[in-house]
């Protein structure tokens, strides 16, 4: 196998990401993974861009705004799967000024809201379908003169048989490959529907009864959804599908005949302390990129930048 310079490790969205930004920036690049990028959980996520689960911290803020415009102007440009959609977000709890990720979208604008409600943020959020985005980053890569190798490693040394410097973009796995006990599974499950007409995102995520959102796209809904930190299965679950579906449509009354077309279930690779986006202390060949658990689109291009950087630095 020829030498690359880099060697991304994972095919999920923050993998491709990065190898593209790499490869942009004049490296040559290899991506090694487990799974086909299309059978990466990546694949399972709604993806509409949102900062889910994730802290108030400047790195995040940054990467989340820096994505935002990215995915805009592939909206703008006709990039496959990705669209900018209009927004709604249901609160319950006291309106206290904008949240901290406000400044990221740009267009957030408030308005009162009728019990059981206390405002309703609106904004526009960019949405990517995962299935053709996938397949288009896959395509760009390739077209520049990357490569994609299906290869499940047992350590990050044996990286280094492919290039002198590796990233370390393999999600869930790094809490074996990278021994760090912060990364933990939290397991989503949403129900995809034939699509009535919807054009817009809503939001409820103060639903006492779970975690609520109804994202539209070309030919289908996605219903979501649960977090369900430190579960590792993705068994069906009829009863959590059902109460899904009820969510959904008291929030969207419009769902209520819409034929189920199937259900996805997936984990997410979280991580107590946030994203892990550093050079390795042990080694410097060696950046961590995981961790970014549901938001990992909403994070990925900014997230990629920042890689990019420490990775054409050592």
């Given at each position: 196998?020829?030498?690359?310079?880099?060697?991304?490790?994972?095919?999920?969205?923050?993998?491709?990401?990065?190898?593209?930004?790499?490869?942009?920036?004049?490296?040559?690049?290899?991506?090694?993974?487990?799974?086909?990028?299309?059978d990466?959980?990546s694949?399972?996520?709604?993806?509409?861009?949102?900062?889910?689960?994730?802290?108030?911290?400047?790195?995040?803020?940054?990467?989340?705004?820096?994505?935002?415009a990215?995915?805009?102007?592939?909206?703008?440009?006709?990039?496959?799967?990705?669209?900018?959609?209009?927004?709604?977000?249901?609160?319950?709890?006291?309106?206290?000024?904008?949240?901290?990720?406000?400044?990221?979208?740009?267009?957030?604008?408030?308005?009162?809201?009728?019990?059981?409600?206390?405002?309703?943020?609106?904004?526009?959020?960019?949405?990517?379908?995962?299935?053709?985005?996938?397949?288009?980053l896959?395509?760009?890569?390739?077209?520049?003169?990357?490569?994609?190798?299906?290869r499940?490693?047992?350590?990050?040394?044996?990286?280094?048989?492919?290039?002198?410097?590796?990233?370390?973009?393999?999600?869930?796995?790094?809490?074996?490959?990278?021994?760090?006990?912060?990364?933990?599974?939290?397991?989503?499950?949403?129900?995809?529907?034939?699509?009535?007409?919807?054009?817009?995102?809503?939001?409820?995520?103060?639903?006492?009864?779970?975690?609520?959102?109804?994202?539209?796209?070309?030919?289908?809904?996605?219903?979501?959804?649960?977090?369900?930190?430190?579960?590792?299965?993705?068994?069906?679950?009829?009863?959590?599908?059902?109460?899904?579906?009820?969510?959904?449509?008291?929030?969207?009354?419009?769902?209520a005949?819409?034929?189920?077309?199937?259900?996805?279930?997936?984990?997410?690779?979280?991580?107590?302390?946030?994203?892990?986006?550093?050079?390795?202390?042990?080694?410097?060949?060696?950046?961590?990129?995981?961790?970014?658990?549901g938001?990992?689109?909403?994070?990925?291009?900014?997230?990629?930048?920042?890689?990019?950087?420490?990775?054409?630095?050592?």
């Open positions: 196998m020829t030498k690359a310079d880099v060697v991304v490790v994972g095919g999920g969205v923050v993998g491709l990401t990065t190898a593209l930004t790499l490869q942009r920036r004049g490296a040559h690049v290899t991506v090694l993974t487990a799974h086909d990028p299309a990466t959980v694949t399972v996520a709604a993806a509409v861009w949102y900062p889910s689960h994730t802290e108030a911290d400047p790195r995040v803020l940054r990467w989340a705004r820096d994505t935002h990215e995915l805009r102007r592939q909206a703008a440009d006709g990039v496959p799967g990705v669209v900018d959609r209009p927004t709604r977000m249901w609160l319950r709890h006291r309106y206290a000024g904008p949240p901290w990720w406000a400044d990221a979208c740009g267009d957030l604008t408030v308005e009162p809201a009728q019990p059981p409600y206390t405002a309703l943020l609106r904004f526009t959020a960019p949405s990517v379908e995962m299935t053709s985005y996938l397949a288009w896959r395509q760009r890569l390739e077209a520049g003169g990357g490569r994609i190798v299906r499940a490693l047992a350590a990050l040394a044996e990286a280094y048989e492919v290039a002198p410097v590796v990233v370390n973009a393999t999600g869930l796995a790094a809490g074996r490959l990278a021994a760090d006990p912060a990364v933990f599974p939290a397991r989503g499950h949403v129900l995809l529907v034939a699509n009535p007409g919807l054009t817009v995102s809503v939001r409820d995520e103060d639903d006492p009864a779970g975690v609520t959102y109804v994202h539209p796209r070309r030919h289908d809904v996605v219903l979501g959804g649960t977090y369900q930190a430190g579960v590792g299965h993705t068994r069906p679950d009829p009863e959590e599908a059902a109460a899904i579906r009820r969510r959904c449509v008291a929030l969207v009354p419009q769902l005949d819409a034929p189920l077309l199937g259900e996805r279930i997936g984990l997410r690779p979280a991580r107590h302390g946030g994203p892990r986006v550093e050079v390795d202390p042990a080694d410097r060949r060696l950046v961590h990129a995981y961790g970014h658990g938001a990992g689109v909403t994070l990925s291009w900014g997230c990629a930048a920042e890689v990019a950087d420490l990775a054409l630095s050592v």
